[in-house]
C-alpha cells in the first residue's frame, strides 16, 4: 500500500494505491492519525488506486471519520475504484461517506 | 506450423483443486498468498473479474477472523482449499481455534457512527458474497465452506 498527500487551503487530500488489509491497515492509521494530529480535519480519501479493501481498513476509514466529526470535520472518498466501492458498500458502509465522483468535486464540497 | 488449440467452453473446463497453508505467528500473517490464489480459482469456474474479486474479499475476511478473533496471539495454521468447477467456486477453510460458527454469528447490518465498534462487518461481507455457507466443527477442527455459483452484481 502507498498514500501520497496533497495539502489544500482548506483540505487535505490522501491518494490510496494498493491493497489495505490487516497487514497495511496499521499504515494507512498512522498516516491519517498524522493528519489528525496536525490539525488537519477536512480530509478526502481519493480511493482510485485502491485494488483491494478488507474490514481491517475500512474499520480505519470509519475510525477516522468519528475523529474528524469530532472536531468539527468530516472525511470525505473520491473517485473511489470499483474494488473499494463494492467493498464499502457490502460492509453497508456507504451511508456513512459522502463520496464523490471525481476527486475536484469532493475538495470543492468543503 | 502447429494448429493453435481453441480454448475449451466453460462446460469442458475440468474441475480443479488448489491448496495453500498459512502459518499464523504471534496474531498475525501475510495474507498474500492465501487469499489472491482464490481470485484466480474463480476466474477458473468462469466468473468475472468482479465476482472473482468479491470471492478473493470474502476468503481474505473470513481468514484474517480467524487470525483476530480465532487464533488472538497464538500460533496455528490455517489451510485454505480452492475448487473450481464449471459455474462453481468452493472455498474450504480449516483452523484449529476455538469453535466458532460464523454462520450463527448475529450481525446488524445497519451502521451508524455511534456503533463503538462498527464490528462483525466481515461476516456481514461474507454473507452477502457468497451463495452458500456451511460450518461443521470436526475434532478439534472449524471446517468453514464458501460456494459462489452466481455473478456478484453490487451489494
Not at chain 2, 73 to 88: H, L, M, N, R, Y
Not at chain 2, 124 to 145: A, F, K, P, V, W
Request: proline content about 4%.
Amino acid at each position: 500500500m502507498e498514500t501520497q498527500t496533497q495539502v489544500y487551503q482548506r483540505v487535505t487530500v490522501m491518494s490510496v494505491k494498493g491493497r489495505v488489509d490487516s497487514t497495511s491497515a496499521g499504515e494507512l492509521e498512522t498516516a491519517l492519525k498524522k493528519l489528525l494530529d496536525d490539525g488537519k480535519s477536512n480530509l478526502v480519501l481519493d480511493l482510485s488506486g485502491v485494488e483491494f479493501l478488507s474490514s481491517s481498513g475500512l474499520r480505519v476509514l470509519v475510525t477516522t471519520l468519528k475523529a474528524v466529526r469530532k472536531t468539527g470535520g468530516d472525511l470525505r472518498l473520491a473517485q473511489s475504484s470499483q474494488r473499494a466501492s463494492d467493498a464499502i458498500g457490502l460492509a453497508g458502509l456507504d451511508v456513512l461517506f459522502k463520496s464523490y465522483g471525481d476527486r475536484e468535486a469532493a475538495v470543492a464540497s468543503f | 506450423m502447429g494448429t493453435a488449440k481453441p480454448p475449451s467452453p466453460p462446460s469442458e473446463r475440468p474441475t480443479r483443486q488448489v491448496r495453500r497453508r498459512l502459518k499464523v505467528r504471534n496474531g498475525g500473517a501475510s495474507l498474500t498468498g492465501v487469499c489472491d490464489f482464490v481470485e484466480a480459482a474463480a476466474s477458473a469456474s468462469g466468473f468475472d473479474d468482479r465476482t472473482s474479486h468479491a470471492c478473493q474479499l470474502a476468503v481474505c475476511e473470513a481468514v484474517e477472523n480467524i487470525i483476530q478473533h480465532g487464533y488472538q496471539a497464538d500460533e496455528g495454521e490455517i489451510q485454505v482449499t480452492a475448487q473450481s468447477a464449471p459455474g462453481a467456486l468452493t472455498v474450504e477453510i480449516v483452523d484449529r481455534a476455538p469453535a466458532f460458527d460464523p454462520t450463527r454469528y448475529p450481525i446488524d447490518p445497519s451502521a451508524t457512527l455511534r456503533d463503538a465498534r462498527i464490528g462483525g462487518r466481515g461476516l456481514l461481507m461474507i454473507r452477502r458474497i457468497m451463495d452458500d455457507i456451511s460450518y461443521e466443527r470436526r475434532g478439534r477442527q472449524n471446517i468453514l465452506r464458501l460456494t459462489k455459483n452466481r455473478s456478484f452484481t453490487g451489494a
